[in-house]
């Protein structure tokens, strides 16, 4: 069997314990997209800095790369299901010379295309470049990804709700509230430990996912750039709402460093708009 579970032995830019199916896909990502001749530039969540790719000078790279690519590793080794989440900017620095950290630390509204993978009981990728999003299944048999959920539209509202109940205690008294006002509506508990599994689940189904600040991670624990930001597009794209837990836009967020984290609140627009009310209502504005 390949030796390719378990640790690396090393832990990423923010403290992850590395597994080695993460170093493989980082590498494999990295490694396709220096090929591709389009991208100048990659982010990843297991470099702590940039990758500057060299530059074909018969193709003019203009993009960059943003990626988590294998987001929930810690359920590598029990066979849950993990994810791959890219987004795709625009370089702004001029296409003849190196990258730079400014074609990186860009909004979430500057994408100009993002998506996720989930290998889960099938290959899925889910992807967006503006005008909604779509889904293309893994055929093993061809090798090719093939169209089979058009148009997803996100369900504007559900009864599902996910978040890691275990830090309830460590959350600020609105997310407390408002997570016992899911309770109190019998809405059912999901939440696996990858985000782009979480994710999708909502996608189809409806439902509001949230990782709020903690007292461990009092700015929040997921990554602006490469979870956050891809994540809250394609949500909007397909007609869900993406804030922090301070009802700020996601997408409009100011990111100033590439492992920069966030709180996080994403799903069916009026689950989010419920929430928001909890905010309003129980945040420190009114306490
Ligand atoms: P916790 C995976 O590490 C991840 O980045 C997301 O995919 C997931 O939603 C979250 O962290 C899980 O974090 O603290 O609940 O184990």
Redesign the pocket.
Known sequence: MVNILGVEGSTNSTG?DVQKLDVFANETFIETLSFSGEVCGIASEENLDFIDLPIDPLKKATYIVVMDPL??S?NIDVNVSVGTIFGIYKRKSPEDGPCQISDFLQKGSNLVAAGYVLYGTSTLLVYSTGDGVNGFTLDPSIGEFCLSHRNIQMPTSGNYYSV?QGYYLKFDLEMMRYIDHCSDLNYRLRYI????S?IHRIMFQGGIFL?PNTRKYPKG??RLLY?CFPMAYIVEQAGGTALTCKLERIMDVEINSLHQTSSIVMGSKAMVQDMKEFVEKYGPVNQ
């Open positions: 992850d987001d929930g810690s890691n430990g990858s985000m782009v979480d990782y624990k997921l979870e």
